[in-house]
Nanobody, 121 residues
């Protein structure tokens, strides 16, 4: 059984920082991309940032220069460092991992349960 467990959300004032973590555990053969998504209240889920197994990253234009995604492959963990937070960053943040359970098997996408980030003005 594979699990993704997120932590690090909370309430912060505008201009503050938070660091989200997401650890994958279980019978995992390999992990390809790991991503962070968010879903603001009443809006659709959007991809915030992604990182491949070799460290290549992509991120949403609105978070460039403020958010940084990184990962620790030895710990199967992805991080999202969020600085200069703004009220419009308020959302439930979800991590996902594209992984294989065995060498010759297919790639599956697993999701975390979500963590609430609230930025007050």
């Amino acid at each position: 059984q594979v699990q993704l467990v997120e932590s690090g959300g909370g309430l912060v004032q505008a201009g503050g920082s938070l660091r989200l973590s997401c650890a994958a555990s279980g019978s995992i053969f390999s992990i390809n991309a790991m991503n962070w998504y968010r879903q603001p209240p009443g809006k659709l889920r959007e991809k915030v940032a992604g990182i491949t197994s070799d460290g290549s990253t992509t991120d949403l234009d609105s978070v460039k220069g403020r958010f940084t995604i990184s990962r620790d492959n030895a710990k199967n963990t992805v991080y999202l460092q969020m600085n200069s937070l703004m009220p419009e960053d308020t959302a439930v943040y979800y991590c996902s991992a594209d992984l294989k359970l065995r060498e010759q098997g297919p790639v599956y996408r697993y999701w975390g349960q979500g963590t609430q980030v609230t930025v007050s003005s």
